[in-house]
């Protein structure tokens, strides 16, 4: 019964995200595989950096629509970030079908610590492009709140942060290891990030100072782009 419940809540908010979605993205880019891989200790960053960069390349070769890669800089996890966008799980059975028709999985030899794989659904895309440095922030609602009462936070965190940062993109957890929502908004330099970091806290002081917004995690990450 419980599997059950969990199998139509998960329905249930891909439905209410994909229709708002459908309202406000029109690319191909619908979903984004996120993974990450945390650097193990004593390895050099720049030997890790260099084969996933490779495979990056590899990964539109099979089939994404775009992919990319990030460095850690600062927050909470030692690790490269890498992001490939695509339509539809359609597309998605085509590139794996693709993949492993090319190379033998359990030939790869793993030479990072950790890794985690997370489909996310694309609500909304503002920057245009991969940026030169970038803020990842997560958020996650008390779990009280209904899911269109989530996304309500969500986009009043989100508008916000588009704002102060000149355009930022919005995803939400479809598959993976957490059920959140993500903002990513880019900046040039840490010269630049000091005047956005000002316009965000003078639009938190101001308007969402006393706002409840229910959260229960927030993390930050800034990071370095290595190849888009």
């Known amino acids: 019964m419980r599997n059950i419940l969990i199998m139509a809540l998960i329905m249930y908010s891909s439905n209410i995200f994909s229709a708002h979605h459908e309202e406000t993205n029109l690319s191909d880019n619908n979903h984004m595989l996120l993974s990450t891989y945390e650097i193990a200790p004593g390895q050099n960053p720049a030997d890790l950096e260099k084969e996933l960069a490779s495979l990056q390349i590899q990964q539109e070769e099979d089939g994404y629509n775009d992919c990319g890669l990030y460095r850690h800089w600062y927050g909470g996890q030692r690790a490269f970030y890498a992001y490939c966008f695509f339509k539809d799980f359609e597309q998605l059975d ?14 790869i030899t793993q030479n990072y610590s950790s890794h985690t794989d997370h489909i996310l659904d694309v609500q909304k895309l503002n920057m245009g492009k991969a940026p030169k440095n970038n803020v990842w922030m997560s958020w996650k609602f008390g779990p009280y709140l209904t899911l269109t009462e989530k996304q309500e936070r969500a986009e009043m965190l989100f508008d916000a942060f ?9 995803y939400f957890h479809s598959w993976g290891p957490e059920l959140a929502h993500y903002i990513s908004c880019g900046f040039e330099n840490f010269a630049d990030f000091g005047k956005k970091h000002v316009a965000i806290n003078k639009i938190l002081e101001e308007e969402l100072s006393s706002a ?3 959260l229960l995690e927030h993390a930050d990450d800034l990071l370095t782009l290595v190849q888009d």
Do not use: V
């Open 212 to 214: 409840d917004l229910d």
């Open 162 to 170: 588009n704002r102060a940062f000149g355009g930022c993109d919005l």
């Open 94 to 107: 085509a590139i794996h079908k693709t993949a492993e028709a090319n190379e033998d999985r359990m030939e």
